[in-house]
């Protein structure tokens, strides 16, 4: 089997491939990710992937190539698991890489196989790539196209992959179908439900399943607003909402927002498709929960600024997380590094502190002032900014904490401190959509 694309998802995607058994091949043209993972390490930080890789390197049955011509000769399924980010130009997805990795393999092939899509893309890709693939492949090789969404989350994605809440098999002949329920076949066996459907409703239930997750998380983001305005407490509010079976406490937790490289843009992309194909209410829908995510960022800003009497110049700004989420060293539109700049540029002396990803938010923030250690950070703090719940944060002694910092005032952005610690232990904290302690 092939892996096209060796990031977040394709190198966890062939690690486990691997895992099950398989002899998998990767490709990428990153010189350096190639290189990386040929010595059976990861190029970024993801709980449990290090062993995989090490372990699955070292028998041979894994390896990484730059030469997409390799990974044609030597495999007969091929997974795309490129990259899809925003478009430059607007919200709508950047499909370059998928069909730039499709032709390089149709082009290159020397046998009839499967193409398995994993990479999210808007609903209509598939039936173009599979017109690319035909187009470009040697006459008198067939290729098949399946569409084969991945649902993993960053943080957890060995885990995911090897143990996933549901599969989503998109296929339009059983042969396809045959085939992924060989790559899946332990899984299956353990009873995870599997959903064979066209290709379209495979490529959407990826991007819906995203902007539903997106639309809860800015739901529980207007309800902690109309919180602020009446003095309710929005998380009894969700602790409410969320024993209700119906509704479910999970993604209920108000805060800074969403970030990362999936749910903005793939709500966005979502959006933009929706407007191409005449659907604007789900299209104006989506923008409202993109509009309520950015608001979010902004208020923690408003609430910094309000806690320094109006003022953020020359304040000293600790920053606690710099990742879009624990566990993680993924900074792409990361709410916590974007919270972190925009009281950067209001003049204050930010200090982030991260335990994994100051390494990538120096390469995209190089503005801000990153330190090794929480101490560090805290050290003469005037306001303390909890925006990535890592959990040594959560962990800190506030009464230790209460002794490096200049002034004891901390905004919780994730809502997942124990406040009446923190308060007792002689800090104001202001957690998002609840009252103001002290
Ligand atoms: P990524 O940017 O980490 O990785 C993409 C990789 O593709 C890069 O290493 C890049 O060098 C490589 N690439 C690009 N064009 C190529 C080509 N023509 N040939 C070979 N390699 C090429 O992105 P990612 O986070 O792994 O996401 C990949 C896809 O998976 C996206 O569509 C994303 O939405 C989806 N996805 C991501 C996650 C996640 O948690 N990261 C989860 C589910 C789905």
Known sequence: MSVIGTGYLGATHAACLAELGFEVVGVDHDHRKVARLNEGAAPFAEPGLDDLLARHVGTGRLRFTTEVADAAMSADVHFLCVGTPQSALGRSADLGAVFAAARDLARHLTRDCVVVGKSTVPVGTAERVARELERFAPPGVETVLAWNPEFLREGHAVLDTLHPDRLVLGVDTPDAELVLRGVYADAIARGVPVHVTDLATAELAKVAANAFLATKISFINAMADISDRSGADVVALADILGDDSRIGRRFLDAGVGFGGGCLPKDLRALSARAEELG??????????????????????????????????????VAVLGAAFKPLSDDVRDSPALDVALQVHRRGAEVRVFDPEAALNARSVAPELTYVASLEHALRGADLVLHLT????????????????????????????????????AGWTIQAIGRPRRR
């Open 389 to 424: 719940e890592w959990p040594e944060f959560l962990e800190t002694d506030p009464r230790w904490a209460a002794g490096l910092v200049a002034r004891p005032v901390i905004i919780d952005g994730r809502n997942k401190l124990d406040l009446d610690g923190w308060t007792r």
């Open 279 to 316: 659907a604007a209410q789900v299209s104006g829908l989506l923008r409202e929960v993109d509009e309520i995510n950015l608001r979010a960022r902004s208020k923690v800003v408003d609430l910094a600024l309000e806690l320094c009497g109006g003022d953020l110049g020359a304040r000293r």
